[in-house]
């Protein structure tokens, strides 16, 4: 509440005119104990107050640092305990930047800058911290659907060397024309389908299963993310898209209905002819 509270205060005192915010890169991965500088430009600015903040999935926003007219920054919520978190600050950037990363710090981090009551967000750099030794994440399409209404099988496998411990597993979907992936389903602890090999040295393989009936809105890229060994792995997307029956389709149907009118017209004005005629 308190952090919350220190939040809103600053971002009501502060005034600012920012007409874009950008943040250059949405993903950043790194190794654990790499480097790392989170950026973010506001064009146009008058008098900007900027705010970073770090989020986890599921837990509460943390204010991370703050700045006022290009001002020093200041950093908040014990980030002001370590030597690991700096800032870059120029006249239209105010970049962070992350030393000796770990797996704390994976999380998604947004850059705001702020005008009287106005708040504008950057879309958010999700930043993804590996291990040494990092799980190996495929996904593929079990059935291949060629038509609406057809089923559909997403295939998530999980293969390790190192770790044995549970896994939970969410599955995205990102729509066309959408800027973010929706979260549409958590598996949550699914230990019980992992198979470890009987094979000396053999990885272990957790194996993950996502069935649909599926509709043409149901058309994107799938994407599964694995929370297993302290670290979130995300695979490299199953594109799902219908082939053209679906327009061919409405374009029959649109056909059938011209050519249904047409033919009513035709008739309409052939009675009344008659009609006149009689």
């Not at 949405?26 to 654990?32: D, K, P």
């Not at 898209?241 to 004005?269: C, E, H, P």
Request: one cysteine or more.
């Amino acid at each position: 509440m308190i952090a919350y509270f220190f939040l809103m205060l600053y971002l009501f005192v502060c005034h600012t005119h920012c007409e874009d915010v950008l943040l250059q890169e949405s993903l950043r991965t790194v190794e654990v104990g790499d480097s790392v500088i989170l950026t973010c430009k506001c064009l146009k600015q008058r008098r900007t107050s900027i705010v970073w903040i770090k989020h986890i999935f599921g837990e509460r926003p943390l204010v991370i640092a703050t700045s006022y007219q290009d001002q020093p920054g200041i950093f908040h919520n014990a980030f002001d305990k370590t030597d690991r978190f700096n800032l870059t600050i120029g006249h239209n950037s105010f970049n962070l930047g992350i030393s000796k990363t770990d797996l704390s710090d994976v999380a998604t981090y947004y850059c705001a800058v702020t005008f009287l009551y106005d708040i504008t967000f950057g879309q958010g750099t999700l930043l993804l911290v590996k291990a040494s030794k990092s799980p190996t994440l495929l996904q593929q399409l079990v059935l291949n659907p060629v038509n609406q209404e057809d089923s559909v099988t997403l295939q998530c496998t999980v293969l390790t060397e190192s770790c044995a411990e549970e896994h939970s597993v969410y599955w995205f979907r990102h729509g066309s024309g959408e800027s973010h992936p929706g979260i549409i389903y958590t598996h949550g602890d699914s230990s019980d389908q992992c198979k470890k090999s009987s094979e000396s040295g053999s990885p272990q393989s957790c194996v993950y299963e996502l069935s649909k009936n599926l509709s043409h809105s149901d058309a994107g890229t799938y994407y599964c993310a694995v929370a297993a060994c302290g670290e979130i792995f995300f695979g490299n997307g199953t594109k799902l898209d219908f082939k053209d029956g679906y327009n061919q389709m409405k374009l029959l149907v649109i056909l059938a209905i011209v050519r249904s009118t047409v033919v009513l017209l035709t008739f309409i004005i052939f009675l009344l002819c008659y009609l006149l005629l009689h």
